[in-house]
């Protein structure tokens, strides 16, 4: 199986592979990432092969107790070591975590500072997308939650790869998006002449990740819009426009911005799935903030406060909004 | 010399203080011979062991303890050592009874380094021993409050079993104890039926009641390891380690058809029949986390309401789940 990309130009085409190439030759991937997202799903040996593997890497364990241990998870009993947090917390959020971790920590690029493209939001989002799809998969059981939780995460990686390759189109597409009142992926296709979707569908293959995730993370923008949720795609895809519903864009601040939210509908799953979570999209957005915060070892730099929520992030806002 | 260390002096070389403070000493004091034989009994010791000074003088310090363990070590204490200290030794009193007595001794030696005797002080430990077997006894008493106040907070009271937390954490310890390698577990989920109306017909006390049968014929239906508990209101849970999803399945519906089958009586002479609906899961063929399975066990245990109710649901056949 390969991503389609048989509607693109000979030059995207070439572009496209260009990338790729270059990203995984500028970010390589820790071997305990690739080993997690190679292990095999159904045997038994997996969960022992996954605490192993994990047990190796010293910074990812610690990373992954401090998470299993915070609120994130809301465990009462002290988890000490790997072989635990896989017991307890399951084996597919172990590798979830491993994997998602690997990939942020793979992605640590340059300071972007004058592009107005934040890398802390563009994880703040992507991360939200991953939590709010893992709660739409267990509502609509289409996907595994999990699964869906990594699709979320990485769904817009191709974005960073283009960011890493290829600055200066960057810059320019930022500055569309920020100055020309473009949508993101209109100034996309202006100056790379591809789609993210396409740049991250094919990494996701060289990296060799299953098929489902390689697809959905190709198929989250699709062209007629979301009405059902049927697929893995259809739940990242309506998390992503939900996240951004909400303000939590990819790389820019809109929360104060009304006229950059997003207003397509939703298929009626998703926010049953939101509001069963006490206190709802906030109580995720704070879920996601931790997940960041354990992960990467810092406090992130998040979006200005919103829907009543207390004014505590707003002096270390920097100047990241859109407007 | 300081004026203190003078007065000191003084006091030791004078006679008469000497033996005030002999006869004041609140222990009873016992010197012997090199023979072991007793030199000075004090009044204090009279107290103590009841014998007249005459019945005891220039006999064997022994006849003032009981033979045994206790006495031996003494002995081979104040031979290697040269001195022991509170150690508790049965004493014998003139009128025949025993007592504890602690005993400090110590070998006095001559200029030579010859053994010139010993000197002994003695308490008398009844009363000691008293308290301190009476400490004992409350800290028992203690113990055994603790454990039922233990087994209260992780037991519910009406079914005497496990309340939802404490099986739970049962069920992950049984889950952290099996490995990694061995993980398997069967989560059943099982509710009352319509138990409302036997609350609202005859009230509440048969409610109660009927809850605590339902908890014996779950109790009865379980093996050894299986951890059952009450989830809450009417909904009970089942954890039974090694379980696959078959198996959960077949204890579910061992559990459905018993209670279908049972009279239960809820007055003289009126018996209800109850019936259950079950939801059940296992890992790791459903879910490879506890919470996971017990969310899987709970939408079939609906998917069983929904159903007609009466009835175990073990599988998600009207659900879409693509193996992604």
């Not at chain 1, 259809?234 to 864009?249: I, Q, S, T, Y």
Request: a negative charge; hydrophobic letters at 45%; charged letters at 25%.
């Amino acid at each position: 199986m390969t991503t389609d990309t048989s509607s693109l130009s000979l030059d995207a085409r070439n572009r496209l592979r260009t990338i790729v190439n270059r990203t995984t030759d500028l970010t390589p991937l820790k071997s305990v990432a690739t080993r997690a997202i190679q292990l095999a799903e159904d045997e038994r040996s997996a969960a022992m092969d996954l605490a192993t593997v994990i047990s190796s890497d010293q910074a990812l364990t610690s990373k992954l107790l401090k998470l299993s241990n915070s609120a994130y998870y809301g465990y009462a009993r002290r988890i000490s070591n790997v072989r635990e947090a896989v017991i307890l917390l399951g084996m597919r959020t172990v590798r979830s975590v491993a994997i998602s971790s690997g990939i942020i920590d793979a992605f640590k690029l340059p300071e972007f500072e004058a592009s107005g493209f934040d890398q802390d939001l563009f994880w703040a989002h992507s991360v939200s997308v991953g939590i709010v799809a893992e709660i739409v998969a267990r509502e609509t059981r289409v996907a595994r939650p999990e699964d869906a939780f990594t699709a979320g995460v990485l769904h817009d990686v191709g974005k960073l790869a283009m960011l890493l390759c290829e600055p200066e189109s960057f810059v320019e597409l930022i500055d569309l998006v920020n100055r020309e009142d473009m949508s993101y992926r209109e100034a996309e296709s202006a100056v790379f002449g591809i789609g993210h979707e396409h740049v991250g569908a094919r990494l996701a293959e060289r990296w060799k990740f299953p098929e489902p995730l390689v697809a959905t993370i190709r198929d989250h923008h699709p062209a007629k819009g979301i009405h059902t949720i049927e697929t893995m795609s259809d739940v990242v895809g309506a998390a992503n426009l939900a996240c951004n519903r909400e303000g939590l864009a990819c790389g820019f601040d809109f929360t104060a911005n009304e006229e950059r939210k997003t207003v397509q509908a939703l298929p009626p799953a998703v926010d049953s799935a939101i509001n069963r979570v006490h206190g709802g999209m906030a109580t995720l957005e704070e879920k996601a903030r931790a997940f960041l915060l354990h992960v990467t070892a810092r406090a992130p730099r998040w979006y200005a406060p919103h829907h009543g929520e207390p004014d505590t992030a707003a002096g270390d806002e920097p100047g990241a909004g859109a407007a | 010399m300081t004026p203190e260390r003078i007065d000191f002096l003084a006091l030791l070389s004078d006679p008469d203080m000497l033996q005030l403070m002999l006869v004041a000493c609140p222990d009873g004091i016992v010197t012997t011979d090199a023979n072991g034989r007793v030199t000075l009994y004090s009044g204090a010791s009279e107290a103590i062991f009841g014998f007249d000074p005459i019945q005891v003088l220039d006999r064997h310090f022994s006849m003032l303890f009981v033979d045994g363990p206790e006495r031996a070590l003494l002995d081979q204490q104040l031979l290697e050592r040269g001195r022991v200290v509170d150690v508790e030794i049965p004493g014998r009193h003139q009128d025949g009874s025993q007592f504890f007595a602690a005993v400090s001794a110590a070998v006095i030696r001559d200029r030579y380094g010859d053994v010139a005797g010993i000197v002994m002080y003695i308490r008398d430990h009844t009363a000691v021993r008293q308290i301190e077997d009476a400490l004992r006894n409350r800290n028992t008493q203690l113990n055994h409050l603790v454990a039922k106040l233990d087994h209260m907070a992780r037991h519910d009271q009406l079914t005497l079993l496990l309340n939802r937390g404490s099986a739970v954490e049962a069920a992950e310890d049984a889950l952290l104890a099996s490995g990694l390698e061995g993980m398997n577990l069967g989560v059943a989920l099982l509710d009352l039926d319509h138990f409302k109306m036997v609350n609202d017909s005859y009230g509440h006390l048969v409610g109660d009641l009927v809850l605590a049968r339902v908890g014996a014929v779950l109790q009865k239906a379980t093996r050894e390891g299986d951890i059952i508990g009450r989830f809450g209101g009417e909904e009970f849970v089942a954890f039974l380690p090694g379980a696959d999803l078959d198996a959960v399945t077949r204890f579910a519906e061992r559990v459905r058809t018993e209670l279908e089958n049972a009279l239960i009586p809820v007055t003289e002479d009126i018996s209800v029949t109850m019936t259950v609906s079950a939801g059940v899961a296992a890992i790791p063929s459903c879910a490879d986390s506890l919470s996971e399975a017990l969310r899987i066990a709970d939408d079939r245990l609906y998917a069983a309401k929904r159903a007609g109710r009466n009835r175990v649901v073990h599988s998600d056949k009207n659900q879409r789940r693509s193996a992604a």
